[in-house]
């Protein structure tokens, strides 16, 4: 995130032959919102005076109390590289929601997360994550729609033309250089139409914000190249899904808070506890993390997705991995997360069981010395291995009774989302699906 002041972005705005300023926010199930303003209301933008109406965003508020406001963070401003400046450029800054008070908005998934960072930085740290947000690339027809046919039968680090998204994915990788981002590596995943492109880790918020942008990135440009991208967990059936791994570490007075050299795995007792804090409530934050009915169709089913909570010190089984780098290197990856999931609320949501971990000084269970998938259920009772949520179902009622996370994303959050999944779950099971018609008709 680059330090940007208001005359900042004026300047940038005179300079790039910028027309129309698009305010992006994100709604309580990760759907990016946008409001386009022309510079002629950019001093009333920059002064939180755009208003909306709240009660047309699903999970915000109802009609009576529909005004809603929205506050831009300069330092998100960026002129949008598929836009061409002769012709005015188009720009966009990621804003929070206020109430028609100016106070924060408790259904804004980004003022969740902020909160929540008060309170880490109020105990001395710095919150860095690192996601890693794969997709897929479908065929499209006539009229652009997605067919159910990926772009390529290319696998793990195959090149073209075998690999048939190496263009759309360059693409990709320069368009979001252009915008900012350190690009560290980019290939194809293991399934076929199945790609990854990492870039940098930053602090919450600003990777937060990172992930809004790359899901538009990749759909535009992959749009652009006549391919459907999708975020959807596990598309096709004996295959790998997608995943939002997410690499993190807390810094203290510019060290790896994680990071100890006399243990021998390590990892300081602030990690520990760490590991201890997700691992206690890892059931209770899956339905942010994991969003949607297909999510569980992903995990468990053996092609390196988590079905068990635990952590290990390399092995990619449980929900946990420690990877091998240490030094200021050292980092927790939780491996369960999907693109599903609201970004923001997801952090907030990982971050508050990994805090209150540390506050309580939650010890992990031992680590995994062997293969989850190589365990049956009786070995896996007999290790005290408790299971994450087999579905969404599973999952809302662990979220439902869920103190920690009602007190941490907020009531209003927490109700809003709630209510809205028990909904999806409740069409999902009343649907007759083809599955059904074929085994039972």
């Known amino acids: 995130?680059?330090?940007?002041?208001?005359?900042?972005?004026?300047?940038?705005?005179?300079?790039?032959?910028?027309?129309?300023?698009?305010?992006?926010?994100?709604?309580?199930?990760?759907?990016?919102?946008?409001?386009?303003?022309?510079?002629?209301?950019?001093?009333?933008?920059?002064?939180?005076?755009?208003?909306?109406?709240?009660?047309?965003?699903?999970?915000?508020?109802?009609?009576?109390?529909?005004?809603?406001?929205?506050?831009?963070?300069?330092?998100?401003?960026?002129?949008?590289?598929?836009?061409?400046?002769?012709?005015?450029?188009?720009?966009?800054?990621?804003?929070?929601?206020?109430?028609?008070?100016?106070?924060?908005?408790?259904?804004?998934?980004?003022?969740?997360?902020?909160?929540?960072?008060?309170?880490?930085?109020?105990?001395?740290?710095?919150?860095?994550?690192?996601?890693?947000?794969?997709?897929?690339?479908f065929e499209t027809d006539d009229q652009g729609q997605p067919k159910l046919e990926t772009n390529d039968q290319a696998g793990y680090f195959d090149l073209g033309p075998v690999d048939g998204g190496e263009d759309a994915r360059r693409d990709m990788c320069l368009t979001l250089e252009d915008m900012g981002f350190l690009i560290e590596a980019s290939h194809h995943e293991a399934a076929p139409g199945q790609h990854e492109i990492d870039f940098r880790y930053d602090t919450a918020l600003a990777a937060a914000d990172k992930v809004s942008t790359f899901k538009q990135v990749v759909k535009r440009v992959a749009q652009e190249h006549g391919l459907h991208a999708t975020f959807m967990p596990k598309p096709l059936k004996n295959s790998h899904g997608t995943c939002m791994h997410l690499n993190q570490s807390l810094f203290r007075d510019g060290k790896n808070a994680f990071r100890s050299d006399s243990d021998e795995n390590g990892l300081s007792e602030v990690a520990y506890h760490f590991i201890g804090g997700m691992i206690r409530h890892a059931r209770e934050f899956a339905a942010i993390t994991n969003a949607s009915v297909n999510s569980y169709k992903r995990l468990g089913s053996g092609f390196e997705a988590p079905a068990d909570i635990g952590w290990a010190a390399g092995d990619r089984s449980p929900l946990i991995r420690v990877p091998a780098a240490r030094g200021n290197a050292t980092r927790v990856e939780l491996r369960n997360p999907d693109p599903t999931a609201n970004h923001y609320l997801a952090l907030a949501a990982v971050l508050s069981a990994g805090m209150v971990g540390i506050k309580e000084k939650i010890d992990p269970p031992p680590r995994f010395e062997q293969c989850a998938y190589e365990l049956n259920d009786e070995e896996k009772r007999e290790q005290g291995i408790q299971a994450f949520p087999k579905t969404l179902g599973e999952a809302l009622q662990e979220l439902e009774n869920s103190q920690l996370m009602k007190e941490w994303l907020g009531p209003h959050v927490h109700g809003m989302y709630l209510n809205a999944k028990k909904a999806e779950w409740d069409e999902y099971n009343q649907e007759v699906h083809r599955w059904e018609l074929k085994k039972y008709l």
């Open 1 to 137: 995130m680059s330090d940007l002041s208001s005359d900042d972005v004026k300047r940038l705005v005179d300079r790039d032959n910028v027309r129309f300023i698009n305010l992006e926010f994100t709604d309580v199930f990760g759907k990016s919102k946008n409001v386009a303003i022309t510079p002629h209301q950019l001093d009333e933008s920059l002064n939180n005076e755009i208003m909306f109406d709240g009660s047309s965003i699903k999970g915000f508020v109802r009609v009576e109390e529909s005004d809603m406001y929205l506050a831009p963070d300069t330092s998100t401003f960026v002129t949008l590289p598929w836009r061409s400046k002769k012709d005015g450029a188009t720009a966009r800054m990621i804003c929070d929601v206020l109430t028609p008070d100016g106070e924060p908005f408790p259904g804004c998934p980004r003022q969740v997360l902020k909160r929540v960072l008060d309170e880490m930085h109020s105990m001395g740290y710095e919150y860095f994550v690192g996601p890693e947000v794969e997709f897929f690339l």
